[in-house]
Nanobody
Framework: QVQLAESGGGLVQAGGSLRLSCAASGSILTINTMGWYRQPPGKQRELVAFITGGGKTNYVDSVKGRFTISRDNAKNTVYLQMNSLKPEDTAVYYC???????????????WGQGTQVTVSS
């Protein structure tokens, strides 16, 4: 079994910053791509950013220059540093990871429980 535990969400004023963390634990062999998605109220979930096992990153246009995704492979953790936050960044943010597990053996797609980010104007 694998669990993804997110932390760091909260309420912040526009222009402020938050840092989200997501730690994977369990029967892990390797972690491939890790990413962050978000789901604004009444809207569909969208990809915000991802980082490959080799460290390559990609961002949705709306967050480029404001958000930075990074990972600590020794800690099986991915981060999302969010600066210059806007009210339209308000959403539930979900961590996602592609993980090769020992038991059961195989590659799976795992999700965190979500953390609320609210940006007030």
């Amino acid at each position: 079994q694998v669990q993804l535990a997110e932390s760091g969400g909260g309420l912040v004023q526009a222009g402020g910053s938050l840092r989200l963390s997501c730690a994977a634990s369990g029967s892990i062999l390797t972690i491939n791509t890790m990413g962050w998605y978000r789901q604004p109220p009444g809207k569909q979930r969208e990809l915000v950013a991802f980082i490959t096992g080799g460290g390559k990153t990609n961002y949705v246009d709306s967050v480029k220059g404001r958000f930075t995704i990074s990972r600590d492979n020794a800690k099986n953790t991915v981060y999302l540093q969010m600066n210059s936050l806007k009210p339209e960044d308000t959403a539930v943010y979900y961590c996602n990871a592609q993980i090769m597990t020992r038991r059961p053996s195989g590659l799976g797609d795992y999700w965190g429980q979500g953390t609320q980010v609210t940006v007030s104007s």
